[in-house]
Structure formats: C-alpha cells, structure tokens
C-alpha cells in the first residue's frame, strides 16, 4: 500500500490508464485527474479522484503520471498550450512519472527540459494490458534518478501488482520496454506458427495450447493470448502497427549497438506479410485495427487453411482482482 504523502496527478484514461488510475484511487491516495475526452475521466471521479479542466490545473500536484499515446501529446501535455508547465507562478510537480511508451531521444529532450525547469523525471514503461491491471499483474520498468524512483515506487508498486523493476539512470527503461516488445513479436509469431502447424496435422487449438500453457514453455502471455487463437477473439489490446514499430526501434538499437538480431529481422518480415494481406480484405483498415494476434489468419491463408472459433471457453488467468 502506498504512503499517501504525495498529492498525485494522473493525464490519460484510456484503456490502460484508467484503470492505472484507479488502482491508485482504490488504495486511497489524492488523486487529481485529466483527460482530452472528458467523459472518460468522469466515472473514476465518481469514484474519488479529482477531475480538473486542464493540464495547468495539476502544476501544483507532487508527483504527476502520464499515461498517453504518443511522445507528441505529451510534450503538449507538459509544454503545450494549457500545459502542466504554463502555469504563470511558475508552479510544477516535483516529479514527472511518464508510464507511455515513446521514442528515446525525444524522452531524453523531456527529461531534459524538467530538468531545467527544476522537476525530475522517472521513465516506466509497463508491460501487459488492460485485463492485467485489473487481475493486480501489471508490471513496469523504470528510470531516472534514484533518490526520485525510490519516493514514487510505493505509488509505482500500487499501479503494476506483479513488481516493478528499476534498472538505472537515463532512458534505460525505454530501451528496456523496446526489448520486452520485439520478445512479444517473436513469440506471438512463433506461437501461431507452431498452433497452426498442429491443428494441420490435426490437433484442435485449444488442446494444443493447453499442454503448451502446462509445459515450461507457457507463460502468462501464452495463457491469456490463448483464448484469442482459439476463439479468434480479436478485441484490441495491441496492434500490429505499433508492434511493428517496436520491431522496427529494436532492429534500430541493435544497429547501433552492434547486436545482431536475426530472429527479430525475421519477425518483421513476417509482421510485415500481414499488412499485405490486409489489402485482400474488404475493410483494410479494421483489418489492422484488429488485436495484433490476429496475424494468424495472414499465416492460416499462407497455410491453405481457414479458421474458425473453436467456441471453447479458454481461461485467461487474468481475472480481476476482488
């Protein structure tokens, strides 16, 4: 349970960050909240957190956590118009705790520009969705200076119920959420190529999973992707596109670090044959809005096959925390 000593302030209530949020509301902590899209916020102010009108409303916050999609709308968050630093006074929280996941150099320009404004700030990207914050098995990663991370981590742990993991200064854990993503795509790729290799040969989806997810090979990605393989449950939780990014920001670092990376080169490529086979289908684009474990339709039609849902209820072990 976290201290409480701090007024928090929380920007994004999408998918992921809303129910971050309110772990922390939950636990009882001051926290005061915005969101483009108003109507998004407002439940979880009937639930006790503080909404206000704008990001400048939140300058006088301790500690302020960000949770949006792009690099870009959070510089506008911080800097914009309305920003959280265009408050007159010259107000700002202590300390910034960004849990997106955007590029290096441009988290690196923003640490930069709080630094000099006199605030510090913690990169902690998470891993897992929005099922695995409420079952309490979020986990995050985390940068920046220590004497700051050691005074947000009660909030930190709050949030990601499975640990959080700080791995040094800088950007480190940017590079750190790079790395968990193209493991993602491997796997993800890897585990529809071996599912449909089996039921070709004539074991149903869903008993191969099982002894998958029983075997020291299974993981809790194994077990909770399975109900999607299995039933073709393409409800969003990550998309192809911004998981051909990572591959893309993973093959980048490798470059400039010298690392080799054939398996994700090989990844990518074969990422890559789904947005080809998007344009065969009658809505393109809701095609690649789809969960990004869909890709094993683009490898069943490489395979001559054609899927259909098992209709097995599958477990995903992410129930949600009482």
Same mark, same amino acid.
């Given at each position: 349970m976290a201290d409480n000593k701090h007024t928090l302030g929380w920007i994004g209530m999408g998918r992921m960050g809303?129910?971050?949020?309110e772990r922390l509301v939950k636990d009882g902590?001051?926290?005061?909240?915005?969101n483009r899209t108003r109507a998004k916020a407002e439940p979880l102010a009937e639930k006790g957190a503080t909404l206000v009108d704008s990001p400048a409303d939140l300058a006088n916050v301790d500690v302020l956590f960000t949770m949006v999609s792009t690099g870009n709308d959070l510089e506008q968050i911080y800097f914009g118009e309305n920003g959280v630093a265009s408050a007159g006074n010259g107000a700002m929280p202590k300390i910034?705790?960004?849990?997106?996941?955007?590029?290096?150099?441009?988290?690196?320009?923003?640490?930069?520009?709080?630094?000099?404004?006199?605030?510090?700030?913690?990169?902690?990207?998470?891993?897992?969705n929005g099922k695995c914050v409420k079952s309490g098995k979020l986990s995050s990663v985390a940068s920046g200076p *220590?004497?700051?991370?050691?005074?947000?981590?009660?909030?930190?742990?709050?949030?990601?119920?499975?640990?959080?993991?700080?791995?040094?200064?800088?950007?480190?854990?940017?590079?750190?959420?790079?790395?968990?993503?193209?493991?993602l795509g491997v796997v993800i790729q890897n585990l529809a190529e071996i599912t449909l290799l089996a039921e070709k040969a004539g074991v149903p989806r869903h008993a191969f999973l099982d002894f998958m997810n029983n075997s020291v090979m299974g993981s809790v990605f194994t077990r909770y992707k399975s109900n999607a393989l299995v039933n073709l449950d393409w409800t969003t939780t990550f998309t192809p596109a911004?998981?051909? *990014?990572?591959?893309?920001?993973?093959?980048?670092?490798?470059?400039?670090?010298?690392?080799?990376?054939?398996?994700?080169?090989?990844?990518?490529?074969?990422?890559?044959?789904?947005?080809?086979?998007?344009?065969?289908q009658p809505d393109p684009q809701a095609y690649l809005d789809m969960d990004f474990s869909a890709l094993i339709e683009t490898l069943a039609l490489a395979s001559g096959m054609k899927l259909e849902s098992e209709n097995v209820p599958v477990p995903t072990g992410l129930e949600a925390e009482g």
């Open positions: 809303y129910p971050m949020a902590c001051q926290v005061h909240i915005w910034f705790v960004d849990c997106s996941s955007i590029g290096f150099e441009q988290s690196a320009g923003l640490r930069a520009r709080l630094k000099e404004r006199g605030a510090e700030f913690i990169a902690s990207p998470v891993s897992g *220590k004497a700051a991370f050691d005074e947000v981590r009660p909030y930190l742990e709050t949030i990601a119920g499975a640990g959080v993991s700080y791995v040094g200064d800088g950007e480190l854990a940017r590079i750190c959420k790079v790395a968990h993503n193209v493991m911004l998981l051909r *990014k990572d591959l893309d920001l993973g093959l980048a670092a490798g470059r400039e670090h010298g690392v080799p990376m054939p398996v994700t080169a090989a990844t990518r490529e074969a990422l890559q044959a789904h947005f080809g086979a998007a344009s065969l």
